[in-house]
């Protein structure tokens, strides 16, 4: 889980994520949208398919990056779960005095 909360830091790689929410992208196409070298884009996906949140394919020269949207699920779900959010998670009512009822 951290490999993933680490590549979800980086608001670059919160984009690509975004972006490859509407459909599979190449390295060119998901590149051209931000300011900055190849190289750092080549690193930046490299960090997203470590934490298992994007996969490529190699068609003919081109790469082809899609979303891997079940990772990302686990990853949210066992964050929530582990503060004890989300659906039929309650938190325990505190008095005054802290104490739980």
Do not use: C, W
Request: no cysteine.
């Amino acid at each position: 889980m951290n490999s993933v909360f680490k590549a979800l830091a980086d608001p670059t790689r919160r984009k690509v994520l975004e972006l490859l929410r509407q459909r599979p992208m190449s390295a060119g196409e998901l590149s051209e949208q931000f300011p900055v070298s190849r190289p750092t884009m080549s690193a930046h996906f490299a960090v997203l398919r470590e934490a298992d949140l994007i996969e490529s394919n190699k068609i003919g020269t081109s790469i082809i990056y899609q979303l891997k949207l079940s990772v990302l699920e686990d990853a949210l779900l066992s964050f929530t779960e582990l503060f004890g959010i989300g659906a039929g998670k309650t938190q325990p009512k505190q008095t005054r005095e802290g104490v739980d009822e």
